[in-house]
């Protein structure tokens, strides 16, 4: 039977080191995203207000909710952002990388 021998470097990874590293690899993969800059408020205010509607979305960006709906799609479609059903509604979750990306205070143990 083959073992992995992991070694003594887990013993040394601290969050105060791997902390950073995952902010700049969620920052990384969110900037491959190539955003536009209306994608990337919209990012920025889901990630602020998780779980919320294309509706509530556009009412603070005073856009109409079809502008953000498509916005929401191309996100979507660049798997930053995952939606699901809720009765009539459609509430839109961020990835884990757009929350790293933009909440990096939520690592602060």
């Known amino acids: 039977m083959t073992r992995l021998y992991v070694g003594d470097l887990v013993d040394k990874v601290t969050l105060d080191i791997a902390k950073p590293m995952l902010i700049r690899l ?9 955003l536009s800059a209306m994608e990337e408020e919209v990012l920025q205010l889901l990630v602020l207000v998780p779980d919320a509607t294309a509706t509530s979305i556009a009412k603070k960006l005073n856009k109409t909710p079809q502008y953000i ?21 459609r509430t839109y979750i961020p ?3 757009a929350i790293i ?3 990096p205070e939520a690592f602060h143990i």
């Not at 969620?26 to 190539?34: A, M, Q």
């Not at 709906?69 to 509604?89: A, C, P």
């Open 101 to 103: 990306a933009y909440i």
């Open 26 to 34: 969620g920052r990384d993969r969110v900037h491959r995203s190539d």
């Open 95 to 97: 990835s884990i990388d």
């Open 69 to 89: 709906g498509r916005v929401f799609t191309t996100l979507i479609e660049k798997n930053l952002v995952s939606s699901q059903k809720e009765g009539r509604d």
